[in-house]
């Protein structure tokens, strides 16, 4: 009876603990199918675009392709473009990107492949295959080319990469998939699921995927898995919570796959917690019958030892029950920060989807100006300049929506310092502080991306101001310097220092020494996001004159090398 007392406790628990990691994956899931829409759109108004540019026209209409060739290679190496090439009327390419590389697309026919054919019929056409010349795989996107008289003179076509999208799922460790129509899986974060099929395909489906040579040389065997239903499925053997979402404009599903491990976890903490309040109700039960046995048996000597060993039971049955509520308390703790996470995720995830088709609305016009001009003006400078920036306020956004990474370069650490002292400058003033740097006289170069590494200083030279605010002689000093082949950096101040707080507590998100207004409890979470992903690390402690000290090292790195 207990036992099946104790089954049902479990399975109850089980399913809200499981409702909750529902909601997470649908978060996450979100996430992922506003980064794969956003690819597919970034580049859609390009071909509409280059379709009216007078280049194109006159080599589509019989015109020399030499200047048109270099045209559409700037254009593509300006746009992280694949390649950008012209066909005629029967789908024989005139004019590529390529046109100087041995894969090149000149020469090559493509009258098979669906995107020519809509684009033929005067749609736009898109398509997702295996490159019948490269054999690499991209996401085709093409137009119409038309004459002043309407008539259709040849298609403008653009391949664009996903490689970088598949390598975030699979730094990111979770598993995704993206399959097509048919149920071929196009991207997946683990490559072995690629060209795995989700369902059998029937001959007609297998006949028209040959016709347009989508798949070359792929046998599109069936993945290992299985839907369970009732959002499970077993994939590769383990069976995880599954969910999917299509994915505009195709018919196209994403599948989102996590484990359930904690919350079976929880499930089984609940059915322990409520087992032993049970336990304790009972233990009570019993004391007290023992005392009303106790009081009509006068309490004899054997009986009072008996009550006094009772007495140390409970305490000790109290002190687990304590033990267990504060466990149940962190628990408690962990979902609220997990949820405040995934809502500010959903909300950077909004902001990015929200702003990322207007900025490249906004780059594509911008390009169709400079086209239709021949050449770029300040106004059309100025206005590129802003929408990088609003790109990487977007991209900074994304740190809570994806785990992927700006280019990694050189980065000279004194030069990343120096932008991020004139960041602060403000507040050294404000606050009467003396910043003194020390660092060496010739570049330290690491391997990463500078704005972030700037940030990562920013981050660290506010706290440091803040916490000299109410020092009679407020100093922040720097020192840089290299040691066994890793760079050091040292941030030291002569504030109240860290106490009692650990820098694990502090890395904590939403964990924040400051009073009520001052911070969210993010710098130093996002800082040591950041430091791990340049394989770097993070120490802190108390000065002893007073104060703190914050140590980033990372691995030193060539500036040729990175350069090569």
Same mark, same amino acid.
């Given at each position: 009876?207990?036992?099946?007392?104790?089954?049902?406790? +479990?399975?109850?628990?089980?399913?809200?603990?499981?409702?909750?990691?529902?909601?997470?994956?649908?978060?996450?899931?979100?996430?992922?199918?506003?980064?794969?829409?956003?690819?597919?759109?970034?580049?859609?108004?390009?071909?509409?675009?280059?379709?009216?540019?007078?280049?194109?026209?006159?080599?589509?209409?019989?015109?020399?392709?030499?200047? $048109?060739?270099?045209?559409?290679?700037?254009?593509?190496?300006?746009?992280?473009?694949?390649?950008?090439? $012209?066909?005629?009327?029967?789908? $024989?390419?005139?004019?590529?990107?390529?046109?100087?590389?041995?894969?090149?697309?000149?020469?090559?026919?493509?009258?098979?492949?669906?995107?020519?054919?809509?684009?033929?019929?005067?749609?736009?056409?898109?398509?997702?295959?295996?490159?019948?010349?490269?054999?690499?795989?991209?996401?085709?996107?093409?137009?119409?080319?038309?004459?002043?008289?309407?008539?259709?003179?040849?298609?403008?076509?653009?391949?664009?990469?996903?490689?970088?999208?598949?390598?975030? /799922?699979?730094?990111?460790?979770?598993?995704?998939?993206?399959?097509?129509?048919?149920?071929?899986?196009?991207?997946?974060?683990?490559?072995? /699921?690629?060209?795995?099929?989700?369902?059998?395909?029937?001959?007609?489906?297998?006949?028209?995927?040959?016709?347009?040579?989508?798949?070359?040389? +792929?046998?599109?065997?069936?993945?290992?898995?299985?839907?369970?239903?009732?959002?499970?499925?077993?994939?590769?053997?383990?069976?995880?919570?599954?969910?999917?979402?299509?994915?505009?404009?195709?018919? /196209?599903?994403?599948?989102?796959?996590?484990?359930?491990?904690?919350?079976?976890?929880?499930? /089984?903490?609940?059915?322990?917690?409520?087992?032993?309040?049970?336990?304790?109700?009972?233990?009570?039960?019993?004391?007290?019958?023992?005392?009303?046995?106790?009081?009509?048996? %006068?309490? @004899?000597?054997?009986?009072?030892?008996?009550?006094?060993?009772?007495?140390?039971?409970?305490?000790?049955?109290?002190?687990?029950?304590?033990?267990?509520?504060?466990?149940? +308390?962190?628990?408690?703790?962990?979902?609220?920060?997990?949820?405040?996470?995934?809502?500010?995720? +959903?909300?950077?995830?909004?902001?990015?989807?929200?702003?990322?088709?207007?900025?490249?609305?906004?780059?594509?016009?911008?390009?169709?100006?400079?086209?239709?001009?021949?050449?770029?003006?300040?106004?059309?400078?100025?206005?590129?300049?802003?929408?990088?920036?609003?790109?990487?306020?977007? %991209?900074?956004?994304?740190?809570?929506?994806?785990?992927?990474?700006?280019?990694?370069?050189?980065?000279?650490?004194?030069?990343?310092?120096?932008?991020?002292?004139?960041?602060?400058?403000?507040?050294?003033?404000?606050?009467?502080?003396?910043?003194?740097?020390?660092?060496?006289?010739?570049?330290?170069?690491?391997?990463?991306? %500078?704005? %972030?590494?700037?940030?990562?200083?920013?981050?660290?030279?506010?706290?440091?101001?803040?916490?000299?605010?109410?020092?009679?002689?407020?100093?922040?000093?720097?020192?840089?310097?290299?040691?066994?082949?890793?760079?050091?950096?040292?941030?030291?101040?002569?504030?109240?220092?860290?106490?009692?707080?650990?820098?694990?507590?502090?890395?904590?998100?939403?964990?924040?020494?400051?009073?009520?207004?001052?911070?969210?409890?993010?710098?130093?979470?996002?800082?040591?996001?950041?430091?791990?992903?340049?394989?770097?690390?993070? @120490?802190?402690?108390?000065?002893?004159?007073?104060?703190?000290?914050?140590?980033?090292?990372?691995?030193?790195?060539?500036?040729?090398?990175?350069?090569?």
């Amino acid at each position: 009876m207990i036992a099946l007392a104790a089954m049902g406790v +479990q399975r109850l628990s089980y399913g809200y603990f499981k409702s909750e990691e529902l909601a997470k994956a649908e978060g996450r899931l979100s996430l992922y199918r506003t980064s794969v829409s956003a690819e597919l759109e970034r580049f859609s108004h390009l071909t509409h675009v280059l379709a009216r540019d007078s280049y194109v026209i006159a080599t589509a209409t019989g015109g020399d392709t030499v200047t $048109l060739n270099l045209r559409l290679e700037d254009f593509a190496d300006r746009a992280g473009l694949d390649a950008i090439y $012209l066909m005629d009327g029967d789908g $024989l390419t005139i004019a590529a990107s390529n046109h100087a590389a041995p894969t090149s697309f000149l020469g090559q026919n493509y009258a098979f492949r669906p995107y020519f054919q809509d684009a033929r019929e005067g749609r736009q056409g898109r398509f997702y295959a295996i490159g019948a010349t490269t054999g690499l795989p991209g996401y085709f996107i093409a137009d119409a080319v038309r004459d002043r008289g309407g008539n259709v003179q040849g298609v403008i076509a653009i391949k664009i990469a996903f490689a970088d999208l598949e390598d975030s /799922w699979r730094r990111s460790g979770e598993q995704v998939i993206l399959a097509n129509g048919d149920g071929v899986v196009l991207l997946a974060s683990d490559p072995a /699921w690629r060209y795995r099929v989700l369902r059998p395909l029937d001959a007609e489906q297998r006949a028209a995927i040959v016709a347009a040579r989508q798949f070359s040389k +792929q046998p599109l065997a069936p993945l290992d898995w299985v839907d369970r239903g009732g959002s499970k499925a077993t994939i590769g053997g383990e069976e995880r919570l599954h969910l999917t979402t299509a994915v505009a404009p195709h018919d /196209w599903e994403l599948h989102y796959f996590t484990a359930d491990d904690r919350a079976v976890a929880l499930s /089984w903490l609940v059915t322990a917690a409520i087992a032993l309040l049970a336990g304790i109700a009972l233990f009570v039960f019993q004391y007290q019958r023992t005392q009303r046995i106790g009081r009509a048996l %006068r309490r @004899s000597e054997e009986e009072e030892a008996q009550l006094r060993q009772a007495n140390e039971r409970l305490e000790r049955e109290i002190e687990v029950r304590r033990t267990a509520e504060r466990r149940l +308390q962190r628990t408690q703790s962990e979902l609220e920060r997990a949820s405040r996470l995934a809502a500010l995720g +959903q909300l950077s995830a909004s902001v990015t989807h929200e702003l990322g088709q207007p900025i490249a609305a906004m780059r594509n016009h911008l390009a169709a100006a400079e086209i239709g001009a021949g050449s770029t003006s300040p106004l059309t400078e100025k206005i590129g300049d802003l929408v990088e920036r609003m790109e990487g306020i977007t %991209r900074q956004l994304k740190f809570f929506a994806r785990s992927d990474r700006d280019p990694f370069d050189a980065v000279d650490l004194r030069d990343a310092l120096h932008a991020a002292a004139a960041l602060v400058e403000p507040n050294l003033t404000a606050a009467g502080a003396t910043l003194h740097v020390e660092a060496p006289d010739d570049p330290v170069f690491v391997h990463g991306s %500078r704005l %972030r590494i700037e940030q990562v200083f920013t981050n660290l030279l506010r706290n440091a101001v803040d916490a000299v605010e109410d020092v009679d002689v407020p100093t922040v000093r720097v020192t840089m310097g290299t040691d066994d082949g890793d760079v050091w950096i040292e941030i030291s101040d002569n504030g109240h220092g860290l106490g009692a707080a650990t820098l694990a507590d502090l890395q904590e998100p939403f964990v924040t020494t400051r009073e009520s207004g001052r911070g969210m409890g993010l710098g130093l979470a996002i800082s040591a996001s950041i430091i791990k992903d340049h394989e770097g690390t993070m @120490s802190a402690r108390n000065a002893e004159s007073g104060g703190a000290v914050f140590r980033v090292t990372f691995p030193a790195r060539d500036g040729e090398e990175d350069g090569q």
